[in-house]
């Protein structure tokens, strides 16, 4: 399952992370650097430094207000969010077909996501493209919302044609390991807070978020 959030950061706070990164004393370093060893080849971007104080300042930031969202906290079951990066692409940059590594340094890589900080007519190409039996999908969101789709799909970002393209990504280690386990939960959490929302807390309801719950405890990786 994946999932927009629409917004996860508001004009302000999305603009508040922009403006240092595109200042020009920012520390960028080859994106290949943090590559695992089979995507390193068809890495063509620019990451902030993560040892310096401006990446831990908006790391940690961005790590709250993801946190703190209800879908993110509803779909995702974060354990542990993690190995955040900020990256930006100018004319040629991207990042051909790959698959996310299964770990991290810090935990596995159950669902990825990108942040997007810079709007859609800001640059040209350099849309997201997530791979799946059904097809491609590519995604240029506004700045300021994010996509959480799972670390499992080959995916790819296409070169950038004009413009700069910034965004943050990261990954989520969920409670729940399995995603089908993720998603019924997802559907039975949001089915009794409808039924919630229109008939309040009768019998119905208890039946459903005691199964909610139980089934949490068994799951709970």
Known sequence: MRFPLEPLLDPQQWQAMAEPLQNANADWRPGAETAGWHARAVKHNQ????????????????????????????????????GILFSRSGVGEGYGRH????????????LSFTVFLSEPDAYSGGALVLESPSGEEPFRLPAGHALV????????????????????????????????????????????????????????????????????????C
């Open 99 to 110: 698959v996310d590594n299964a770990w991290m340094a810090g935990g596995r890589t159950d």
């Open 47 to 82: 990451q902030l430094d993560r040892s310096g104080a401006l990446h831990q300042r908006l790391a940690s930031e961005l790590q709250d207000h993801l946190l703190r969202h209800p879908l993110v906290q509803a779909a995702a079951f974060p354990r542990h969010i993690h």
């Open 149 to 220: 789709y799972p670390s499992t799909l080959l995916h790819r970002v296409e070169p950038v044609t004009a413009g700069e393209r910034l965004v943050a990504v990261g990954w989520i280690e969920s409670r729940i390991r399995q995603a089908e386990q993720r998603e019924l939960l997802f559907e039975l959490d949001s089915a009794r807070r409808a039924l919630f929302a229109r008939s309040g807390k009768d019998e119905i309801f208890d039946l459903i978020s005691r199964s909610y719950s139980n089934l949490l405890r068994a799951w709970d």
